[in-house]
């Protein structure tokens, strides 16, 4: 049994980390603190195997704790792991200097805290294994009535026996550097001869046959590892656990956790260092592949938005030393969402990485290529000298993305819109250039599509264009342009309709159907989103209605709700104004909060929420997942429904971390009383899976395409039909 120890002062950390605690191995006990100064009391009588800490806490920061935690009696050397959500350096040199041996960063990443507790837990048995052999040994040579000459060659030849059993590199050392012995481990690594390793009195008189070299990863390490020695003489402490990188024989690289601690003999002097090395070498790969992960888009593996306006920052830097001009596009593909609602997200998903790919053919080998989100991408063109060379590139990109490509047996052609910005004319740093590039391409957009534009400082034509669209878009709510489309969402359980999601709409007189993206953003910069969002929410409840009007059985309708907007009185009064006017059950009205966009003002947006709660209206947060506010919104706002992310669910079958993540928020969700829809379902095989996990609802093409109401209240009929029928 492995006792682990979470210190936090909120509540919902340590139900978290305590969930993930006891997912590291069987037998774990966890014990949870809220108070470092109870947990410090408590531990002087109890000893941990691991223990987990906030850094910033109340009476006790992280590092104070530690530094207190390492002396009570037996906790030196038991493994402490702080969790900030700092980045400073500072505080991590704290911590260390208090004695931390790891750390996290906050919001934890699930898969990292249980590969790092996992590392530890096995590191601190391991040391506890030999420092007991050790005592029981050192028990049986004062017990013992043998000579002192057969009871030292028995109990080093047990003592090797056992160091042999353990999965770790032992090797211990001499004042003069001549290695006393080896485990199997450290023998194998070094092709050093099982003889020499397991009875080393034999050379006593000849300790340059067991010499520095035995063990040696080269002389660098060599000399670093006696150096360190010497500093354990010296000190006659061990030293904190340590990483270092070394080379084996066969020109591995190696990652290796270790610590040096002093051996005494029976007058208390210290005759030996040990050195016990973990190789974490998976592990490190493990975190690798996390940092890439955080910072490049799951599907293309293209640089992220994070990832590119870092790399934007560092190239200004050094662009403006250089005298060099560097260029930033930014490409949307033209009526995607149309092309990925007609053909399914599997296929649109395969569009997008082949676009991925004309655009690495395209760019040069010093660019970087990124996926911003959906269906944009950026490319940071640097190292040019004219602004023709810009265009040269867009224009190349152009051609090549709009080239007909076959996908499952349809000719497919799409086309895209760039905008250019160039520095350092057209703005000195990331921001400016991002926004200006963003302009330009809305600009090419609106003169047609399939054309890249540069950002010009007079934008009067770019301001025509926007008008028109505006003038556009406030005689499509005049002229009633606007239609909603339904999703249905089906409960796993009773496989019947659960409820829909509302999805607008623009039946544009020339452009035909048009989706949210090819006009919202405009509409939100021109003051008309509010406007337009109060018609999505009385359409949608008033179509709620009419489906009961007509007979078939009351159904809740969902609309997104602007997170923006949430938190003000305007919002509470609307909804219940119009529930009011349309006689709608507000059990059957739910508000879905996009998870990814930030709420200015957390407190009011609750107080707006738990006065709907209260009414009766419903709250879903959608996307979940894809943001830094999944546990704040839970937290604070009165939550019925969690939608996760299609991100998670698309390769939910292959991705184990995908499939770790869905895990978790169904756990989460459910432990909350909260019910779970996972988004995207277009497969029998993500359905089976999330059935497994024990999702309750699903939504996405497997069910349903999004549905004009006509169809939708047919396939309600049929429902009903098969219900009376059953």
């Known amino acids: 049994m492995s006792l682990i120890a979470i210190l936090d002062d909120r509540l919902t950390n340590r139900n978290i980390y305590a969930r993930l605690a006891a997912a590291l191995e069987t037998n774990i006990e966890v014990v949870t603190f809220d108070d470092p100064l109870v947990a410090l009391d408590h531990l002087q009588t109890v000893q941990p195997d691991l223990v987990v800490t906030d850094f910033k806490m109340p009476h006790l920061d992280g590092a104070e704790f530690t530094r207190r935690f390492r002396s009570c009696p037996g906790c030196a050397d038991i493994p402490v792991v702080v969790i900030t959500a700092y980045d400073d350096r500072s505080f991590r040199l704290q911590a260390l200097e208090a004695g931390a041996t790891d750390f996290l960063q906050s919001p934890?990443?699930?898969?990292?805290?249980?590969?790092?507790?996992?590392?530890?837990?096995?590191?601190?048995?391991?040391?506890?294994?030999?420092?007991?052999?050790?005592?029981?040994?050192?028990?049986?040579?004062?017990?013992?009535?043998?000579?002192?000459?057969?009871?030292?060659?028995?109990?080093?030849?047990?003592?090797a026996q056992v160091i042999d059993t353990v999965p770790a590199f032992i090797s211990a050392a001499d004042r003069d550097g001549h290695i006393v012995f080896i485990n199997a481990s450290q023998s194998e690594l070094t092709d050093?001869?099982?003889?020499?390793?397991?009875?080393?009195?034999?050379?006593?008189?000849?300790?340059?046959?067991?010499?520095?070299?035995a063990v040696s990863f080269g002389n660098d390490y060599q000399q670093r590892s006696r150096s360190l020695d010497l500093l354990v003489f010296k000190s006659g402490k061990p030293l904190q656990a340590f990483e270092q990188e070394v080379t084996d024989q066969q020109g591995r690289r190696r990652i290796l956790l270790t610590t040096k601690s002093p051996l005494r003999d029976g007058s208390g002097d210290i005759g030996s260092v040990l050195t016990t090395s973990l190789d974490i070498t998976e592990r490190k790969r493990a975190e690798q592949h996390l940092q890439h992960v955080a910072s490049h888009d799951p599907l293309t593996d293209l640089p992220n938005r994070a990832l590119l306006r870092e790399r934007l920052q560092h190239r200004l830097s050094r662009g403006g030393r250089a005298e060099r001009l560097i260029a930033l596009h930014y490409l949307d593909l033209d009526r995607f969402k149309e092309v990925n609602d007609q053909m399914g997200h599997h296929l649109g998903d395969i569009l997008l990485k082949t676009v991925s790919a004309h655009l690495i053919a395209c760019a040069g080998k010093q660019d970087t290529v990124a996926r911003i989100g959906g269906d944009e991408f950026a490319i940071l063109q640097t190292q040019i000298d004219h602004p023709d060379q810009a265009a040269e590139?867009?224009?190349?990109?152009?051609?090549?993305?709009?080239?007909?490509?076959?996908?499952?047996?349809?000719?497919?052609?799409?086309?895209?819109?760039?905008?250019?910005?160039?520095?350092?004319?057209?703005?000195?740093?990331?921001?400016?250039?991002?926004?200006n590039a963003d302009l330009a391409m809305y600009q090419a957009k609106a003169e047609g599509r399939n054309s890249y534009r540069f950002f010009v400082t007079d934008m009067n034509e770019r301001i025509s264009r926007i008008q028109r669209i505006r003038r556009e878009l406030r005689q499509a709510l005049r002229s009633n342009e606007f239609v909603l489309h339904y999703q249905p969402q089906m409960?796993?359980?009773?496989?019947?309709?659960?409820?829909?999601?509302?999805?607008?709409?623009?039946?544009?007189?020339?452009?035909?159907?048009?989706?949210?993206?090819?006009?919202?953003?405009?509409?939100?910069?021109?003051?008309?989103?509010?406007?337009?969002?109060?018609?999505?929410?009385r359409r949608a409840c008033l179509d709620a209605m009419i489906w009961q009007k007509n007979g078939l059985q009351p159904i809740a309708v969902g609309v997104n709700l602007s997170p923006v907007r949430i938190g003000t009185l305007r919002t509470q009064e609307l909804i219940t104004t119009v529930l009011h006017e349309t006689g709608l059950d507000p059990s059957l009205l739910e508000l879905e909060l996009t998870e990814h966009e930030l709420v200015d003002d957390l407190d009011a947006a609750a107080r707006v929420l738990n006065q709907m709660r209260l009414l009766g209206v419903r709250l879903a947060i959608d996307d979940f997942g894809t943001g830094y506010s999944s546990l704040n919104y839970v937290r604070s706002f009165p939550v019925n429904r969690l939608k996760i992310d299609?991100?998670?669910?698309?390769?939910?079958?292959?991705?184990?971390?995908?499939?770790?993540?869905?895990?978790?928020?169904?756990?989460?969700?459910?432990?909350?009383?909260?019910?779970?829809?996972?988004?995207?379902?277009?497969?029998?095989?993500?359905?089976?899976?999330?059935?497994?996990?024990?999702?309750?609802?699903?939504?996405?093409?497997?069910?349903?395409?999004p549905l004009p109401t006509d169809a939708l209240q047919a396939m309600l009929r049929r429902e009903l039909a098969s219900t009376h029928l059953g």
Request: proline residues 3%; glycine residues 8%; negative net charge.
């Open 108 to 159: 934890v990443d699930h898969a990292e805290f249980i590969t790092r507790g996992r590392n530890l837990l096995r590191m601190h048995r391991q040391h506890r294994i030999i420092e007991t052999r050790a005592r029981d040994l050192e028990l049986e040579l004062k017990n013992s009535e043998l000579s002192h000459q057969k009871l030292m060659r028995d109990s080093r030849e047990a003592l």
């Open 192 to 213: 050093h001869g099982a003889p020499d390793r397991r009875v080393p009195d034999q050379y006593a008189d000849q300790p340059e046959r067991l010499g520095s070299g």
């Open 393 to 435: 590139l867009a224009a190349r990109i152009i051609a090549r993305i709009s080239q007909p490509s076959m996908q499952n047996g349809q000719e497919i052609t799409i086309s895209g819109s760039i905008g250019i910005t160039i520095f350092p004319t057209d703005g000195t740093d990331t921001e400016e250039l991002i926004r």
């Open 491 to 537: 409960n796993l359980l009773t496989g019947r309709i659960a409820g829909v999601e509302a999805l607008l709409r623009w039946n544009h007189p020339v452009d035909g159907l048009l989706a949210p993206g090819d006009f919202l953003v405009i509409a939100e910069q021109g003051g008309l989103g509010g406007e337009i969002d109060d018609w999505v929410l």
């Open 646 to 705: 299609q991100s998670f669910i698309r390769n939910l079958r292959t991705d184990v971390n995908d499939a770790a993540i869905v895990r978790n928020i169904i756990s989460l969700a459910h432990d909350l009383n909260i019910t779970v829809v996972a988004e995207g379902v277009e497969t029998v095989e993500q359905l089976t899976h999330l059935a497994g996990e024990g999702c309750d609802e699903i939504q996405g093409f497997y069910f349903s395409r």
